[in-house]
T-cell receptor
């Protein structure tokens, strides 16, 4: 069965500090992995996907197949990064709508 | 473009009633996806529809749940004879015709409470 685990429900850091949001997954095969973000009173939106190897708003995520992890990192957190972050996976190939999400981590960046 | 619109935002139904959740995709989008978030869980895929076609319903419960996306009008997720376990947030997303890496845009969700 496929599963996404985000072990931290809440994460609080100070502005300028590094931040890492953890994500571990369980899947038999090589899934596609994503990070979604939901800012206060806004809709869920895609932040980044592992196949693009991109950096969005200073965030990066590295896929570690050995540890089945896809942690989200940012070297210097900003107050506007405060939001709910969801890790998600989908089957490989063209079924990237078949998303399974983790329960989410609420990140608070304090001034 | 108002984005993906879902209504109602909150819906309360008594056990045994029917729930109808609506999703209007973004302008120009012909693909709709429904997801369910049970309490204390992450979102999970339910069904993928194009206009007048169900493409993938592998995530739909086998009974009482149905979805449609007619030629005209919004997509509807219908739950018959609701039970307490149907209480959840239901999210809709839409996308343009699918290509590799097509992004789907989410609505704000409908929170269904069964009493």
């Amino acid at each position: 069965a496929q599963r996404v685990t985000q072990p931290e429900k809440l994460l609080s850091v100070f502005k300028g500090a590094p931040v890492e949001l953890k994500c571990n997954y369980s899947y038999s095969g090589s899934p596609e992995l994503f990070w979604y973000v939901q800012y206060s009173r806004q809709r869920l939106q895609l932040l980044l996907r592992h196949i693009s190897r991109e950096s969005i708003k200073g965030f990066t995520a590295d896929l570690n197949k050995g540890e089945t992890s896809f942690h989200l990192k940012k070297p210097f957190a900003q107050e506007e990064d405060s939001a709910m972050y969801y890790c998600a996976l989908s089957p490989p190939g063209g079924s990237n709508y078949k998303l399974t999400f983790g329960k989410g981590t609420l990140l608070t960046v304090n001034p | 473009n108002a984005g993906v619109m879902q209504n109602p935002r909150h819906l309360v139904r008594r056990r045994g009633q029917e729930a109808r959740l609506r999703c209007s995709p973004m302008k120009g989008h012909s693909h709709v996806y429904w997801y369910r978030q049970l309490p204390e869980e992450g979102l999970k895929f339910m069904v993928y529809l194009q206009k007048e076609n169900i493409i993938d319903e592998s995530g739909m419960p086998k009974e009482r749940f149905s979805a449609e996306f007619p030629k005209e009008g919004p997509s509807i997720l219908r739950i018959q004879q609701v039970v307490r376990g149907d209480s959840a947030a239901y999210f809709c997303a839409s996308s343009a015709p699918r290509q590799l890496n097509t992004e789907a845009f989410f609505g704000q969700g409908t929170r269904l409470t069964v009493v």
